[in-house]
């Protein structure tokens, strides 16, 4: 079993930036693909990023290409979202989600969200 904990969110003005932070307890993350999703108001869960095990390869929505990175530290067993230039629209429930192995499948283990709301 995974735990997995996401702190970091809050309000922010569009063009601001924050960073998100998803510790995970339980296991080594080093074996596990992991993932930031984005639950909008009303909207459904959309996938913004993912990482490899090691971090090597790195996959983004297209919405925030060029404002987002993802990233990890094993030995912390934690994993990262910075955000900048934040728009309204960046606005969610941000999750974070493992899987083991490749980064592309269903995800298995997953966190109780962190609230972003950018204001304009």
């Known amino acids: 079993q995974v735990q997995l904990v996401e702190s970091g969110g809050g309000l922010v003005q569009a063009g601001g930036s924050l960073r998100l932070r998803c510790a995970a307890s339980g296991r080594t993350i080093s074996s596990y693909a992991m993932a930031w999703v984005r639950q909008p108001p009303g909207k459904e869960r959309e996938f913004v990023a993912r990482?490899?095990?090691?971090?090597?390869?790195?996959f983004y929505v297209n919405s925030v290409k060029g404002r987002f990175t993802i990233s990890r530290d094993n030995a912390k067993n934690t994993v990262y979202l910075e955000m900048n230039s934040l728009k309204p629209e960046d606005t969610a429930v941000y999750y974070c989600?493992?899987?083991?192995?490749?980064?592309?499948?269903?995800?298995?283990?997953w966190g109780q969200g962190t609230q972003v709301t950018v204001s304009s």
């Open positions: 989600a493992a899987r083991q192995g490749s980064f592309v499948g269903e995800y298995k283990y």
């Open positions: 990482i490899s095990t090691s971090g090597g390869n790195t």
